[in-house]
């Protein structure tokens, strides 16, 4: 019913337009364009699951001067804590940690499509409760690049790519998810994940819903199975928003 009438309500605004003088149009696409560009930041928040591990993160990107609808410089800032269990084996222990970063870049638009490069600090620190009461705690800082990509290299089909490299414990990251998009406006498609830092191995296969509109946020949902150096395969899902301002 709700599709109904969103295509009714479509219809509607397209036979308005189709009678509005040429001129009037024109002053409305302008004035959404100009819209557009007084968007100046994003936020976004994240939520990882699996049988051991949960993370949660949130953060923001924001133009440094102008908007997001034109290339310029970026300002991204990020803070995320996880809670795990220590060890495969009894007594397993838990370890908490949480993690931040503080990147500047350069993002490169064309239409909806973007290249973002970042350089700045990287920091995590580390408590690990063993199940005799004992408790160590460990803060590291290093240095982290990351490149973000949105494309659309044809009508109804995405491409979304990121990745970085940090001096925290040598970590390598990396994910891309091709999409095509559903009638209903969101995108679909397989998601590939690789991570590695020095001891630790994991990789992910699964499936993405990309660009669901819900309360004025968009949403991201993404699950399959993940394989890690020190644990046998495993189910994961991800649930992921933004929100432009």
Same mark, same amino acid.
Not at 106 to 116: K, N, T
């Given at each position: 019913m709700a599709w109904g009438w969103r295509r009714a309500g479509q219809a509607g605004l397209a036979m308005v337009l189709a009678a509005a003088?040429?001129?009037a149009a024109? %002053?409305?696409?302008?004035?959404?364009? +100009? !819209?557009?560009?007084?968007?100046?930041q994003v936020i976004f928040g994240s939520m990882e699951a699996g049988p051991t591990k949960?993370?949660?993160?949130?953060?923001?990107?924001?133009?440094?001067? !102008?908007?997001?609808?034109? +290339?310029?410089?970026?300002?991204?800032l990020k803070a995320g804590g996880s809670q795990e269990q220590t060890r495969r084996q009894p007594p397993r222990g838990t370890t908490y940690k949480a993690e931040s970063q503080a990147l500047i870049g350069?993002?490169?638009?064309?239409?909806?499509?973007?290249? /973002?490069l970042y350089a700045g $600090?990287?920091?995590q620190s580390e408590q690990r409760l063993e199940?005799?009461?004992? $408790?160590?705690?460990e803060a590291r800082y290093g240095a982290r690049l990351q490149a973000d990509l949105w494309s659309t290299p044809m009508p109804g089909m995405m491409l979304q790519a990121? %990745?970085? %490299?940090? +001096?925290?414990?040598?970590?390598?990251?990396?994910?891309?998810?091709?999409?095509?998009? /559903?009638p209903l406006g969101f995108y679909a498609g397989p998601e590939f994940e690789a991570y590695r830092e020095h001891g630790y191995r994991k990789l992910r296969l699964g499936l993405h819903l990309t660009g669901l509109r819900l309360l004025g946020l968009e949403?991201?949902?993404?699950? !399959?199975?993940?394989?890690? $150096?020190?644990r046998r395969s495993e189910a994961y899902a991800t649930l992921g928003l933004h929100w432009l301002r």
């Open positions: 003088p040429p001129r024109l %002053a409305d696409e302008e004035e959404t364009e +100009s !819209g557009r560009a007084a968007l100046s949960t993370f949660l993160s949130v953060g923001m990107k924001r133009a440094l001067g !102008g908007g997001l609808a034109g +290339s310029g410089f970026r300002l991204f350069y993002e490169w638009r064309l239409g909806d499509s973007f290249l /973002a $600090s990287d920091f199940p005799f009461g004992a $408790s160590f705690t990121s %990745a970085y %490299a940090s +001096s925290l414990n040598g970590r390598l990251w990396a994910r891309m998810a091709p999409g095509w998009q /559903a949403w991201r949902l993404s699950g !399959g199975w993940q394989r890690t $150096s020190e």
